[in-house]
């Protein structure tokens, strides 16, 4: 079945280290993007890319890094300069036209914890 | 500034009613919007796409309708059961081509 894969599920992170959270998919898609939530609050885009080798910021980018060396791969490192990274992270594909993208498949996600 | 507001943090209704949740949004002049159900800890799922152009949309028991002059969108759920029980969130395309989200209304169905 093609789907988005998230890892780890769960991650906890101490303080002043980065971390990694991997995304795969293989729907041949694309665009691929990060989103945060928070609890209460809306997904708040952090990265995007439309194509391999290039990547746009998003509203909250600062103390994250991304690459997109693979079309299947879009993997999100959370800096020790990420403030407040306690959260739950979701990654996100689609298909984009000249136009408007359609919807948005998104993977299962992954809590990050500092503690 | 753009603003995406979905209408109260939680909606209770009895199963078998019709559940009416609304997305209102300011400062923007979206391509299309969509729908999406989240469910706790898990990915949202796309729902519903509706352009700009479209009045309405219909998928078995959901309708979606776009008014861009009241710059609202309206989500139905229709013979609603307690497996709807979920978060809704409605997101806009703007035009920087990025999706923003709103924060979700909590829909519960009763039995």
């Known amino acids: 079945d093609g789907g988005i894969t998230q890892s780890p599920k769960y991650l906890f992170r101490k303080e002043g280290q980065n971390v990694t959270l991997s995304c795969e998919q293989n729907?041949?898609?694309?665009?691929m993007y990060w989103y945060r939530q928070d609890p209460g609050q809306g997904l708040r885009l952090i990265y995007y890319s439309q194509i391999v080798n290039d990547f746009q910021k998003g509203d909250i980018a600062e103390g994250y890094s991304v690459s997109r060396e693979k079309k299947e791969s879009f993997p999100l490192t959370v800096t020790s300069a990420q403030k407040n990274p306690t959260a739950f992270y979701l990654c996100?594909?689609?298909?984009?036209?000249?136009?408007?993208?359609?919807?948005?498949?998104f993977g299962s996600g992954t809590r990050l914890t500092v503690v | 500034s753009q603003k995406i507001e979905q209408n109260s943090e939680a909606l209770n209704i009895q199963e078998g009613k019709t559940a009416t949740l609304t997305c209102n949004y300011t400062n923007y002049s979206p391509a299309y919007l969509q729908w999406y159900r989240q469910d706790p800890g898990r990915g949202p799922v796309f729902l519903l796409l509706i352009r700009e152009n479209e009045k309405e949309k219909r998928k078995e028991r959901l309708k979606v309708t776009f008014d861009t002059t009241l710059k609202q969108s309206l989500f139905h759920i229709t013979a609603s059961q307690p497996a709807d029980s979920a978060t809704y969130l409605c997101a806009l395309q703007g035009s920087a081509r990025q999706l923003t989200f709103g924060s979700g209304t909590q829909l519960t169905v009763l039995p």
């Open positions: 996100a594909s689609s298909i984009r036209t000249a136009a408007y993208d359609y919807g948005y498949t």
């Open positions: 729907l041949n898609h694309d665009a």
